[in-house]
């Protein structure tokens, strides 16, 4: 089935709107983010969408995609996948900390709840192994009918994708330390195979024995080493975010992407041909600047939709080959922009952002490591603003030029000067979520688990509109407040001046898909999880809206149709 999006599988989803033209700036994302990729036993290319809590499985042909672990199952977090010699599928479930085995008959037993952030996982015939993405991680053999975990070695530096070698021996990546190692399935004392390596997310071995790294960078990178020689050729594939791979029969390499999902055949000198085109992974945040460019945070990245896609199919996105052969690492990563699938545009992988606001040629981020930060596109160059906040989300341009922030799991606005000096503007809010300001500098919040938008009135929060549906994106725009109610999928217009309302836009594609229960989190320290829910809304220099699409991973930009002045 090719479904043409995550959140809906007939694709008869569009917004409506009397006021409104609605235009999709990029296709939907068929592929909710992906991660581990293994061929099955049935052919089809199974991928672990860590982003998604779900697992689907791919024809390699035809691109067709079936959700073979939906959401809301038994496995969270899934981040890698492998399958045993009698066709069950083990799966490492990252931030929960699990590791499952599915059987034949799709049947769920649960392997170990006591692995610390399991990752990497490999199977040798009947036998289990995983390895953990944590400093001083370990890599054991896990026995699915019982029985402790047995620890082969510890100290990775953040493991990751690993496999077995031609020579018998396991190989596995140290992420942090750029380096290859390799040890026996039955334990003794590892080996160094490859340092200097840029940025190895996971190693492979293709058909022929050739070991394959690849980078986890934005230029998508892959190193292949001859480990007889140790001669090494690196090509640079311009898939930002590189994940995983799977090769099938005939030797053809498949890639995954955890920054902008997809499925994608690479050939060895770098040339590309998708499967499952790449697109948005969320967006949440979305802003626009002056010269009307949009940009999302995507959670591993931001990024652009370069125009109009309603009925863009995503197929032949651009390609950043290069190639360089020799001894060396052959690093040529890079922080330049990119252009994805699906008419996407990498500005950069910035990891874990959540909300963005423009401002007079750079862009500040909230961060779901709990930091805010000014990033310069041009430049390339990030400035630290806070850090240790709990969930920031939304974020704003106050009219003295300082930054205010909705600090969601604190439950405060924070206002954060250009010294660096944070303070609070309000406190004891109960689940704030996005800030806007009007022409009277007056500040605003949304409140999804209130229900509420509110007024800040020195220190004070003064109700403005109650009996929303989890109102998240907000924007002020000619005396009306507009919000995303992501519990109706709607947009709300609020009048300033009478405080009448009216519903401006429904069918938005924001939020889980329809009838799908969130998971609990779990949040592990130092290791994000899958991102919180934002449905962003931005305010064009033409007056246009943008909305986070977040639940197909599109942006979509609303124009009005009415002349303006329309009384709610």
């Not at 040890?183 to 050739?210: M, Q, T």
């Not at 000619?478 to 992501?486: A, H, I, N, Q, R």
């Amino acid at each position: 089935m090719r479904r043409p999006s995550r959140f809906d599988d007939t694709g008869h989803w569009h917004t409506t709107s009397e006021r409104w033209d609605t235009t999709r700036l990029n296709p939907p994302n068929r592929l909710w983010g992906s991660n581990g990729v293994t061929f099955g036993p049935d052919g089809r290319l199974y991928v672990a969408q860590f982003i998604a809590g779900q697992i689907s499985a791919v024809d390699p042909v035809s691109g067709d995609v079936d959700v073979v672990v939906p959401l809301d199952g038994p496995v969270q977090a899934p981040d890698d996948l492998a399958f045993g010699a009698d066709g069950s599928m083990y799966i490492t479930d990252l931030t929960p900390g699990r590791v499952w085995r599915r059987d034949p008959a799709g049947e769920f037993t649960l392997v170990s709840d006591t692995v610390k952030v399991p990752n990497g996982i490999t199977c040798v015939g009947d036998r289990l192994f995983v390895n953990e993405m944590r400093s001083n991680g370990r890599l054991m053999e896990m026995f699915p009918d019982g029985g402790d975990p047995v620890v082969l070695t510890d100290g990775l530096a953040w493991g990751n994708a690993m496999q077995l070698g031609p020579d018998g021996l396991l190989y596995y990546p140290h992420m942090i330390a750029n380096e290859v190692w390799r040890i026996s399935p039955d334990g003794g004392v590892p080996e160094l195979v490859a340092k200097d390596v840029d940025d190895p997310v996971a190693v492979r071995f293709d058909r022929g024995g050739v070991l394959v790294v690849l980078s986890r960078g934005v230029a998508g990178i892959v190193t292949r080493i001859d480990l007889r020689t140790g001669a090494r050729s690196v090509v640079v594939s311009g898939v930002a975010g590189l994940d995983n791979a799977a090769f099938d029969d005939e030797n053809r390499m498949f890639v995954s992407s955890y920054a902008s999902g997809g499925v994608t055949e690479m050939h060895t000198d770098g040339r590309i041909r998708e499967i499952v085109p790449r697109g948005l992974d969320g967006p949440f945040g979305v802003t626009v600047d002056l010269g009307g460019t949009v940009y999302a945070a995507d959670h591993y990245r931001l990024a652009s939709p370069a125009g109009p896609g309603e009925d863009a199919n995503g197929n032949g996105g651009g390609n950043a080959n290069g190639k360089a052969n020799g001894n060396g690492n052959g690093s040529a990563s890079g922080n330049g922009d990119g252009n994805e699938s699906g008419g996407i545009i990498t500005h950069g992988l910035l990891h874990f952002v959540h909300g963005v606001t423009a401002d007079d040629g750079v862009l500040h981020l909230t961060s779901q490591l709990g930091d805010v930060r000014t990033y310069d596109p041009v430049r390339k160059t990030t400035r630290v603003r806070a850090t240790g906040l709990s969930e920031p989300t939304g974020i704003a341009v106050a009219p003295d030029g300082s930054l205010v922030v909705a600090e969601t799991g604190g439950g405060r606005i924070l206002r954060i000067d250009e010294t660096g000096t944070v303070t609070a503007l309000a406190s004891g809010l109960v689940h704030p979520v996005d800030v806007a300001f009007d022409g009277e500098q007056r500040c605003y919040v949304s409140d999804d688990r209130l229900g509420a938008v509110l007024r800040l009135d020195d220190g004070e929060a003064v109700t403005v509109a109650d009996g929303l549906g989890a109102p998240q994106g907000l924007v002020v725009r000619d005396g009306e407040l507009f919000t995303v109610e992501t519990a109706h999928r709607r947009l709300r217009a609020i009048s300033l001046v009478t405080g009448d309302s009216r519903i401006d836009a429904e069918n938005l594609a924001v939020g889980l898909p329809p009838g799908t229960t969130p998971p609990a989190r779990h949040p592990v320290p130092g290791v994000p999880g899958p991102p919180s829910q934002f449905a962003g809304l931005a305010l064009g220099p033409d007056g246009s809206l943008f909305v986070s699409a977040n639940g197909e991973g599109s942006v979509l930009r609303l124009s009005r149709k009415h002349a303006d002045g329309d009384a709610p």
